[in-house]
Structure formats: C-alpha cells, structure tokens
C-alpha cells in the first residue's frame, strides 16, 4: 500500500489534474499508478509530463530512452519503475529479454546505445561529475551535445520518478521485477 495516498481514478483527481490524466489515459490505454500519485500535486504532474513530451521530441531515439530509464532504476533500485520499464522496453521499444538484462547491468548490446547507458550510469554514480574522458568517449561514440545533454536530462527525469515511487511505495501496476533479481 502506498504511503501516499493518491486518487483511484481520474474523477477523484484534483480538478487540475483531471485534463492530464486524461491525456494520458488517451495516449496509453490507462492511467499508471505512477501518474495518478503525481497528479496529488497538479504542478508536479504538468512538469513531469512537459518534460517527458518534450524529451520525446528528442534526437534520443526511443529504444535509447528505455535502455537509460532500465539503468536508473536498477541503479536506484526502484522496482516501480523497473517493472515500468521492463514492460514498456518489451511492449513498445521492442527490446529483447538479454538486451534488457544488459540495460540493467548499465550496458548495451547495441555499440552506439551502449556508449550512452554507460554514460548515463557515470553521470548517475558521479551526480554529474564525470570527467572530461568520460565527454570525449561520448562525443566519440557519436553522440553531439544536444543529446548528451538530453541523457543528462533523461537520467535525472528517471531519478526523480525512482525517488518519488521509492518513497511513497507506488503499487506496482505492471508485471512486477525486483531490483535484487539480477536477470541472468
């Protein structure tokens, strides 16, 4: 049970929220418990959605953005956002069981995708601080500065849904996974 009480549906959302969460039903087929937790706070639930809109509007490509949320949640042991993750990198990204246990080693079987959640998992452990050969190895992976700065952003989007979940202990809404299951 979630330490935050959040509404049960659309209706009982706060009166602001309620255009938002309908979106997002419209756009999904459903309202993950993840968006109605945030929808308790409209202004969290606008910006998270602005920034997640405007992320996938990105030069990122989707298959990418899914490798990246995969690492941050391993990382941050987040099992709401990982189960999340796991089921929207299968169903939508169309990744494969082994790349997904790569994902969440902090790896990629895919070279240039690879460069990027590894970069990703630095800036994560470093909180930002990576070295200048951490910025060369990118660069020399392929990727401009628009992009790393949109891992950036993508890596710390990720971090505050992993902390949000964590913290009020969201329902896990999607085929559950462990964080303390490694996949083999």
């Not at 109605?36 to 298959?63: C, D, H, N, Q, T």
């Not at 189960?83 to 994902?103: F, Q, R, V």
């Not at 060369?136 to 990720?158: F, K, T």
């Amino acid at each position: 049970m979630s330490r935050i009480t959040y509404p049960s549906s659309i209706a009982a959302a706060p009166g602001a929220s309620q255009p938002l969460l309908q979106a997002v039903e419209k756009q999904l087929g459903s309202v993950p418990n993840l968006f109605r937790l945030a929808s308790v706070s409209p202004a969290a639930l606008e910006g998270y959605l602005g920034i997640f809109g405007a992320l996938g509007k990105g030069r990122l490509p989707a298959a990418t953005r899914e490798r990246i949320a995969l690492a941050v949640a391993q990382a941050n042991g987040c099992n709401y956002c990982l189960s999340a993750h796991t089921y929207l990198g299968k169903n939508l990204a169309k990744l494969d069981a082994a790349e997904i246990a790569a994902n969440r080693a902090g790896r990629s079987n895919d070279v240039k995708a690879d460069a990027a959640v590894r970069f990703a998992v630095k800036v994560l452990n470093a909180r930002g601080r990576v070295a200048a050969s951490d910025l060369n190895e990118i660069r020399d992976a392929g990727y401009d500065d628009g992009q790393i700065i949109e891992i950036v952003q993508h890596v710390a989007l990720n971090i505050w849904t992993n902390y949000l979940n964590e913290l009020a202990q969201t329902e896990i809404d999607f085929p559950a996974i462990d964080a303390a299951e490694i996949a083999a």
